[in-house]
């Protein structure tokens, strides 16, 4: 089992460009979402995902898209990239509370310049 | 709204002593877990222990337990005969029982352990 991957590890984006951070699991989790870590902000929830074709907005949820068209993969989407979203991104499953829960990416770090 | 406070942005501790982390939270559901993560400086976020909000005992794994006060509203962390390992950010998190519910975020406390 791989658990929960993410890439790219580290990118750096000139302001106004696009790209899409990628995260996938193995796990078979319906649930899966995207966080933002900033020094002393702790980690803030973008978007989530409670199934295939299902998804919501967390608190930070301006200037990023997600879509979840199979339960394995939920792309983060930078539409227009702006130096307040440089952050540490973090894709993270959930499995039952049983389990322990919450399985974390490794993150990837965003610069924007 | 559920919102999760930690009010030490930064502590030390001497290897081999123990630490204590403290964490507050505000909510008026009675279904509810919390949870103590560790992020190294690897990044990797590890779950270090979780508490049932139903449970009225104090989660332990190792060297690390909770002094869980629901009506306080308080879940610190201690560390014990704390490690060189140890140091890292540690996030308090919370979220409410249920299959809709999404984790909350503390600020962290960055942890030094010094030999």
């Known amino acids: 089992n791989a658990g929960v991957t993410q890439t790219p590890k580290f990118q750096v984006l000139k302001t106004g460009q696009s790209m899409t951070l990628q995260c996938a699991q193995d796990?078979?989790?319906?649930?899966m979402s995207w966080y933002r870590q900033d020094p002393g902000m702790g980690l803030r929830l973008i978007h989530y995902s409670v199934g295939a074709g299902i998804t919501d907005q967390g608190e930070v949820p301006n200037g990023y898209n997600v879509s979840r068209s199979t339960t394995e993969d939920f792309p983060l989407r930078l539409l227009s990239a702006a130096p307040s979203q440089t952050s540490v991104y973090f894709c993270?499953?959930?499995?039952?509370?049983?389990?322990?829960?919450?399985?974390f990416g490794p993150g990837t770090r965003l610069t924007v310049t | 709204a559920q919102t999760v406070t930690q009010s030490q942005p930064e502590m030390s501790v001497q290897e081999a002593e123990t630490v204590t982390l403290s964490c507050t939270y505000d909510?008026?559901?009675?279904?509810?877990?919390l949870f103590w993560y560790k992020q190294p400086p690897s990044r990797q976020m590890i779950l270090v222990i979780r508490q049932e909000a139903y449970k009225q005992q104090n989660a332990t794994e190792n060297r690390f337990s909770v002094n869980f006060q629901k009506a306080a509203k308080s879940f610190s962390l201690k560390i014990s005969d704390s490690q060189l390992g140890d140091t890292a950010m540690y996030f308090c998190a919370f979220i409410l029982g249920g299959s809709q519910g999404n984790l909350i975020f503390g600020k962290g406390t960055k942890l030094s352990v010094k030999p």
């Open positions: 993270a499953t959930r499995g039952g509370f049983s389990e322990g829960f919450g399985y």
């Open positions: 909510t008026s559901e009675n279904n509810y877990y």
């Open positions: 796990m078979n989790h319906e649930y």
